[in-house]
């Protein structure tokens, strides 16, 4: 990079960022995609999150953010701002969803803030590793702690074991998304914190999580929606891996309309339908979670103004993944389609960054803590996988030379992920999905199955949005196909994948 882009962009961010040592709200829900928030045009037209809308009105509504695969990962993703593959000593181990790090082997950079004088804090769902931070990372903390506790991981929405400041966990009564909400609005007025230091606040909401409880007051809402059916919800999907083409999440139900195959289980949690067990059903109740989340945005936008920090607070708004309801056949993240895990992306900051702005360009969760630090004025700590967004928060719809690279590898971290198993048990060790990697340019998007003789896929993201055409079997777009199988390659490469250079042979179309 030569002088005069290294001038440019360091007066770029203190151009867009000028206000001194800003607090930072990043508000990080769970299996919320972005169909779900009704500022995105492919949210089903009854949804209704006008509090979220506000939001990107007075900041800047990314369209395709894609924060990661799955919770840990993702979350993971946020402390460090690398992949998966680059989180060194993060691993699954004992009674899921159990996991450990070895802090000095895997900081979280939450502890650089502390050391540069910021106050740091964590609400809410803790999923990476059962050492918390609390002390190191964290100066305030109050977490469910899920690998510490896992007869409790299934308790989403109610009576959660809370561990506040490292001490011992009890259990707390109260709907969770309005008890963590009561919990970051006594933060953000002063309690627990220093008033003179900055603050940053992670707040991890569990909904919408299955089992996609809605709060008492939400189970009516809704009444009468209607949700298209998926043309691929069923069997038979031509154009994809073996993986997608059979699965069989979905069946016939009453008049033929899907259902959710009552040999389904999910891990940790108990399938409670409130409106019997069909997609519309699911659908319905899903959203309905989304609305306590809505509302504890609304009030906490009023907090900042009611405690005059609206002005010199970043919002940041996400989630860490999407989730799929009948799209391709699937009910979960994890699988590598927009409809699996792309989610929202917001990011908020009045009179600093421009109001309802739109960033059509493609980015992802390891961006974030790059940003964070640009934002504070901090120089980053380690080397990071992502890239700071500040001047598409300058300028939403302007040139973006990077793609956004996703990869799942399914429970395995750091080293861990230098050989891509050939082992089933490993290879497909996550609700069934094997290991894959995908980059998205903007316009298009690459999916490459880490499966020995699988095919890969191509979408046209702008003329096939629900990603039912894959242009890899076409002879016309070979030459796109081997654009970006090397391009993804190379991006795993630049962040420092050990598998980059043995990946499994891809399949040839018939």
Same mark, same amino acid.
């Given at each position: 990079?030569n002088?005069?882009?290294?001038?440019?962009?360091?007066?770029l961010?203190?151009?867009?960022?000028a206000? &001194?040592?800003?607090?930072?709200?990043?508000?990080?829900?769970?299996?919320?995609?972005?169909?779900?928030?009704?500022?995105?045009?492919?949210?089903?037209?009854?949804?209704?999150t006008p509090?979220?809308?506000?939001?990107?009105?007075?900041?800047?509504?990314f !369209?395709h953010?894609?924060?990661?695969t799955?919770?840990?990962p993702?979350?993971? !993703?946020?402390l460090t701002?690398?992949?998966?593959?680059?989180i060194?000593?993060?691993?699954?181990?004992g009674?899921?969803p159990?996991?450990?790090?070895?802090?000095?082997k895997?900081?979280?950079?939450?502890s650089?803030f502390?050391?540069?004088?910021?106050?740091?804090?964590?609400?809410?769902?803790?999923?990476t590793?059962?050492?918390?931070g609390?002390?190191?990372?964290?100066?305030?903390?109050?977490?469910?702690?899920?690998?510490?506790?896992?007869?409790?991981a *299934?308790?989403?929405?109610?009576?959660q074991?809370? $561990?506040?400041?490292?001490?011992?966990?009890?259990?707390?009564?109260?709907y !969770?998304?309005?008890?963590?909400?009561?919990?970051?609005?006594?933060? @953000?007025?002063?309690?627990?914190?220093?008033?003179?230091?900055?603050?940053?606040?992670?707040?991890?909401?569990?909904?919408?999580?299955?089992?996609?409880?809605?709060?008492?007051? %939400?189970?009516?809402?809704?009444?009468?929606? !209607?949700?298209?059916?998926?043309?691929d919800v069923?069997? +038979?999907?031509?154009?994809?891996p $073996?993986?997608v083409?059979?699965? &069989?999440?979905?069946v016939r139900?009453?008049?033929?309309?899907?259902?959710?195959?009552?040999?389904?289980?999910l891990?940790?949690?108990?399938?409670?339908?409130?409106?019997g067990?069909?997609?519309?059903?699911?659908?319905r109740?899903? %959203?309905? +979670?989304?609305?306590a @989340?809505?509302?504890?945005?609304?009030? =906490? =936008?009023?907090?900042?103004?009611?405690? *005059?920090?609206?002005?010199?607070?970043?919002v940041?708004?996400?989630?860490d993944?999407g @989730?799929?309801?009948?799209? %391709?056949?699937?009910?979960?993240?994890?699988?590598?389609?927009?409809?699996?895990?792309?989610?929202?992306?917001?990011?908020s900051?009045?009179?600093v960054?421009?109001?309802?702005?739109?960033?059509?360009?493609p980015?992802? *969760? #390891?961006?974030?803590?790059?940003?964070?630090?640009?934002?504070?004025?901090?120089?980053?700590?380690?080397?990071?996988? *992502? %890239? &700071?967004?500040?001047?598409?928060?300058?300028?939403?719809?302007?040139?973006?030379?990077?793609?956004?690279? #996703? @990869?799942?590898?399914?429970?395995?971290?750091?080293?861990?992920?230098?050989?891509?198993?050939s082992?089933?048990?490993?290879l497909?060790?996550?609700?069934k999905?094997?290991?894959w990697?995908?980059l998205a #340019?903007g316009k298009?998007k690459?999916?490459? #199955?880490?499966?020995?003789?699988?095919?890969?896929?191509?979408?046209?993201?702008?003329?096939?949005?629900?990603?039912?055409?894959?242009?890899?079997?076409?002879?016309?777009?070979?030459k796109?196909?081997?654009e970006?199988?090397a391009a993804?390659v190379?991006?795993?490469?630049?962040t420092?994948?050990?598998?980059? &250079?043995?990946?499994?042979a891809?399949?040839?179309?018939e």
């Amino acid at each position: 990079m030569n002088l005069l882009r290294v001038v440019a962009l360091v007066l770029l961010t203190s151009c867009v960022f000028a206000v &001194d040592r800003p607090n930072i709200l990043f508000i990080f829900t769970d299996d919320q995609s972005h169909r779900t928030v009704s500022c995105y045009p492919e949210a089903y037209e009854w949804v209704k999150t006008p509090n979220i809308d506000s939001l990107a009105r007075q900041g800047v509504r990314f !369209t395709h953010a894609y924060m990661g695969t799955w919770c840990m990962p993702s979350r993971a !993703t946020m402390l460090t701002g690398r992949h998966q593959y680059g989180i060194e000593s993060m691993r699954m181990e004992g009674e899921y969803p159990g996991s450990a790090y070895d802090p000095e082997k895997c900081p979280f950079w939450p502890s650089v803030f502390r050391r540069e004088g910021y106050q740091t804090a964590q609400i809410g769902k803790w999923h990476t590793g059962v050492d918390t931070g609390f002390g190191r990372d964290w100066d305030y903390q109050v977490v469910w702690n899920r690998p510490r506790h896992p007869a409790n991981a *299934g308790n989403y929405y109610e009576d959660q074991l809370i $561990e506040i400041n490292g001490k011992p966990a009890a259990k707390v009564a109260g709907y !969770t998304t309005d008890w963590y909400t009561d919990r970051a609005d006594e933060y @953000i007025r002063g309690k627990h914190r220093d008033k003179r230091k900055p603050w940053y606040l992670w707040l991890c909401y569990g909904a919408v999580h299955g089992p996609y409880t809605p709060a008492e007051r %939400h189970r009516e809402a809704y009444a009468g929606a !209607t949700v298209p059916v998926p043309e691929d919800v069923f069997p +038979g999907r031509s154009g994809k891996p $073996e993986y997608v083409r059979k699965r &069989d999440t979905w069946v016939r139900g009453k008049g033929g309309l899907p259902e959710l195959n009552p040999s389904r289980k999910l891990r940790t949690v108990k399938n409670m339908p409130l409106f019997g067990n069909s997609l519309a059903g699911w659908v319905r109740q899903y %959203h309905q +979670g989304v609305l306590a @989340i809505d509302e504890a945005v609304g009030r =906490l =936008l009023k907090t900042l103004r009611e405690t *005059g920090q609206d002005r010199n607070t970043l919002v940041v708004f996400a989630a860490d993944q999407g @989730i799929a309801w009948g799209q %391709h056949g699937f009910q979960q993240k994890i699988a590598p389609y927009d409809a699996n895990i792309r989610g929202p992306l917001i990011m908020s900051f009045p009179g600093v960054i421009p109001q309802g702005g739109v960033c059509p360009s493609p980015v992802g *969760g #390891t961006d974030l803590p790059p940003t964070f630090f640009a934002i504070a004025g901090l120089e980053l700590p380690w080397t990071m996988h *992502g %890239h &700071d967004l500040t001047p598409l928060l300058k300028r939403p719809a302007g040139a973006w030379k990077y793609p956004a690279l #996703t @990869i799942l590898t399914g429970q395995s971290f750091g080293s861990d992920t230098a050989r891509v198993p050939s082992e089933r048990e490993k290879l497909y060790a996550t609700a069934k999905v094997p290991w894959w990697v995908s980059l998205a #340019t903007g316009k298009y998007k690459y999916i490459r #199955t880490l499966v020995e003789g699988e095919i890969e896929e191509l979408y046209d993201l702008k003329s096939d949005p629900e990603e039912l055409r894959n242009l890899a079997l076409l002879p016309s777009y070979r030459k796109r196909l081997r654009e970006l199988r090397a391009a993804t390659v190379a991006e795993l490469k630049r962040t420092g994948a050990a598998m980059a &250079d043995a990946l499994p042979a891809v399949g040839t179309p018939e």
